[in-house]
């Protein structure tokens, strides 16, 4: 299907902004994937939306192919921003020949979608936690010989910020990553609230000396922090 230049352009753009990992409070965005697999990653799929009292509605407008192909196999993919909303909305997407409809609750702590899937349409997942409001994910990856300094750090942490930790429950999606990744030994992920955003700055400087005594190398040992407004502390970057 042809597709207008001038929107594909304002969407790219909108995305690209997304993507630069922002620090921000938490939006509610709508993401999605073809089951169809193209030739080039970074195939895109188009969209015009708007909200009309309590429906969004998503016309699917096309594919759009790029003129520079991303050399691997991958669906197309959307992404649309509905920002900071919140309630019972009916969600419809649209294309020429279909019009899905599921029922969406946004509430402060979780999102939830109800409806049955189409030849058309099918959720990812039906229901998922927010980010809960001074709150961050701890990830902890090591080799074999030093799973300790996973529990020793956060031991560190505490005695110099007041921590809570929790854990999500288990029947909906958890918005944060829930293990480190390529490492010998990746611990599963734990999360903890904190009281202020002065608390949470403090801990840059805490890993950073904790590095630096520690594993000043490296050495296959990656520690790294997620808050719940995006902010970022790696280890390997200290």
Not at 82 to 96: H, R, V
Not at 154 to 176: G, N
Request: hydrophobic share 35%.
């Amino acid at each position: 299907m042809p597709l207008d230049r001038k929107l594909f352009e304002k969407e790219a753009n909108i995305l690209l902004d997304e993507l630069l990992d922002a620090i921000s409070i938490p939006q509610i965005f709508i993401e999605m994937t073809t089951e169809k697999i193209y030739g080039c990653y970074n195939y895109r799929i188009v969209t015009s939306w708007k909200i009309e009292d309590k429906s969004i509605i998503i016309n699917i407008i096309g594919i759009y192919k790029p003129h520079n192909c991303l050399m691997a196999l991958g669906p197309a993919n959307g992404r649309v921003k509905l920002g900071k909303i919140s309630g019972n909305f009916e969600i419809k997407f649209k294309q020429s020949g279909f019009c899905d409809s599921y029922n969406l609750l946004i509430s402060d702590s979780l999102i939830v979608l109800d409806g049955e899937e189409t030849p058309n349409t099918a959720p990812l997942f039906y229901s998922s936690w927010r980010f809960p409001e001074k709150s961050f994910v701890y990830l902890c990856g090591t080799t074999l010989s030093d799973t300790t300094i996973c529990s020793d750090f956060l031991d560190t942490l505490k005695t110099v910020i007041p921590l809570t930790e929790f854990e999500f429950p288990d029947f909906a999606e958890i918005p944060y990553p829930q293990a480190s990744q390529g490492h010998y030994y990746d611990a599963d992920a734990r999360y903890f609230y904190y009281e202020s955003e002065e608390d949470f700055d403090e801990i840059q400087e805490v890993l950073r000396s904790y590095k630096y005594d520690h594993f000043p190398d490296n050495n296959g040992i990656g520690l790294s922090i997620i808050n719940w407004m995006n902010e970022r502390i790696y280890s390997w970057l200290l």
